[in-house]
């Protein structure tokens, strides 16, 4: 028969009972009952060996003398069965007898109870093998915990998509997946107990010494690594240091980055390639720009004095004629005169341009921005005159920069202003607000406008919108972009038809 026969997962153990008269179990039950453990009873040996069969016991409580099998003969068989064979016995008896003795402790008895039993002195010794038990579950219990851990994690280390292995922080390998074996082209137990620097010369334990765990994987690098045969290739790894009861171990993942050093090399290469290329281009290209210039500059230059000739000649002709000529022979004068001024004017602002457009390095002083804008005005002073303008200047900041760029800027604006003028005197307003590391300066007249699809047209050369219908040689707003461009700048409109517009000029403080 048995009693309270619940789970040992509850955190109880099992004991056994054995005896062949029903009171002296019932005694025994109801001393141990206290220690809140399972207790199973059996009246035979029998019974009791059939229990065995069915269950682990922390202790097992055996009368000796019992009818057709007694408590000795009970151990023997008990003990002969290698699931209990270290099962504690402690038998129970009413004789002392040395023979007894001698015979139970052969058997493997633990201890020898006499009756009458002292219940105290019963629970404290049975509650030993209790506590015992307890302890070796526990032990069973975190040594499964630790088998199922490492085996996942040998899953997991096999199923890395790398050659992994594991060292101490001496560099002895203790542990290494299959696909280090194809890397290193050496069975596993070949490279388990070596020094990783057999492979790896150049690896290094990272975080020596740190004392807790989860540290940070240190980052990735390229070394030599050498396979089995001596062959060197270069390998990617990642190592990342954990402290075990044992030590500091190191893990370090290695992949083979032969394929991305080839790749790398050819890209320097190519880029080295490319660098020589473009050197000879941008050197090929200064060079023409260069040409470009000289003969801009000289044919600006060169051809003043043919037109000039040609300007002076219409005008002799048309005095030493006095009134003789035709209307359509004074018309066609007259024709030559203006084609040969307006040219002139062409080549005076495509000087201009190259002028400020040329990126020789100059000397930068601090420049007085109210001062830049008024010799700008005076300069244009016969246009402002002649159209009635009004120039409003507010309060303008000092810079470091250059002067002539930057009245040639202002300059160009207000001439813009006036000769894209309204029916309405023009009114052209200047102020500046300072920006982050720039001044921002604006120059706003009530002009006639411009179409917002043209606000990068117009800064080109010879872009000009309004034909012969107005004034100008189409270089001016070019001027200003290289001007802004040449201080380390930048020019862009707001505008709309009828609205007038509003050039910006960012400069650098």
């Known amino acids: 028969m048995a009693a309270k026969t619940l789970p040992e997962e509850n955190g109880r153990v099992k004991l056994l009972l054995v005896d062949d008269d029903p009171s002296n179990l019932l005694a025994l039950q109801a001393i141990l009952e206290p220690l809140e453990q399972d207790l199973m009873l059996a009246q035979t040996g029998t019974d009791a060996l059939r229990l065995c069969l069915e269950h682990d016991f922390a202790a097992i409580l055996l009368d000796v003398r019992m009818p057709e099998m007694d408590g000795f003969e009970t151990a023997e068989m008990i003990r002969a069965r290698k699931r209990s064979l270290q099962t504690p016995i402690l038998f129970v008896t009413a004789y002392r007898s040395d023979e007894q003795l001698f015979r139970g ?80 082209g050496r069975p596993r137990e070949a490279l388990i107990g070596r020094d990783i620097h057999s492979v790896l010369p150049a690896w290094e334990c990272p975080e020596e010494g740190l004392p807790h765990i989860n540290q940070q994987p240190a980052p990735e690098q390229r070394l030599l690594a050498y396979r089995d045969d001596g062959s060197p290739f270069p390998a990617e790894i990642t190592r990342n240091s954990f402290h075990t009861p044992d030590g500091l171990l190191i893990t370090t993942a290695i992949r083979d980055a032969t394929d991305q050093a080839d790749a790398e090399a050819r890209i320097q290469k190519t880029n080295l390639e490319l660098e020589k290329r473009v050197a000879e281009r941008t050197a090929a290209l200064r060079y023409s720009n260069e040409a470009l210039r000289q003969f801009a500059w000289a ?35 007259a024709t030559i005169e203006q084609h040969a001024s307006r040219l002139n004017q062409l080549l005076g602002a495509l000087r201009q341009y190259i002028q400020v457009s040329d990126s020789g390095q100059q000397t930068r002083t601090v420049v007085d921005c109210n001062a830049v804008v008024k010799a700008a005005a005076w300069n244009l002073q016969a246009m402002i005159q002649e159209s009635g303008a009004s120039i409003e200047c507010g309060p303008l900041p000092q810079l470091s920069s250059l002067e002539l760029p930057l009245v040639q800027l202002f300059q160009n604006l207000i001439s813009n202003a006036i000769k894209y003028r309204s029916a309405e005197p023009p009114v052209v307003r200047i102020s500046a607000k300072e920006g982050e590391n720039c001044w921002i300066f604006s120059v706003q007249d009530n002009g006639i406008g411009i179409d917002p699809k043209y606000v990068d047209y117009i800064f080109g050369v010879f872009r000009r919108l309004h034909g012969s219908q107005k004034s100008g040689t189409g270089i001016g707003l070019a001027i200003c972009r290289a001007a802004a461009e040449r201080l380390g700048g930048s020019i862009w409109v707001e505008s709309a038809p009828g609205t007038g517009s509003t050039f910006f000029v960012s400069l650098p403080v």
């Open 105 to 184: 402790y052969n058997l493997g008895a633990v201890d020898f109870l006499f009756k009458p039993i002292v219940p105290e002195i019963l629970q404290s010794k049975v509650n030993v093998f209790v506590e015992l038990r307890r302890t070796e579950q526990l032990l069973r219990r975190k040594a499964e915990e630790l088998a199922s851990a490492e085996q996942r994690f040998r899953a997991v280390l096999e199923a890395a998509p790398d050659a992994m292995v594991i060292t101490n922080q001496a560099g002895t390998i203790e542990l290494a997946n299959s696909r280090a074996d194809t890397l290193f």
């Open 299 to 333: 044919a600006s230059h060169d051809l003043q004095e043919p037109i000039r000739t040609v300007v002076t000649y219409a005008q002799w002709l048309a005095q030493i004629m006095n009134g003789n000529l035709g209307s359509r022979e004074s018309k066609m004068l």
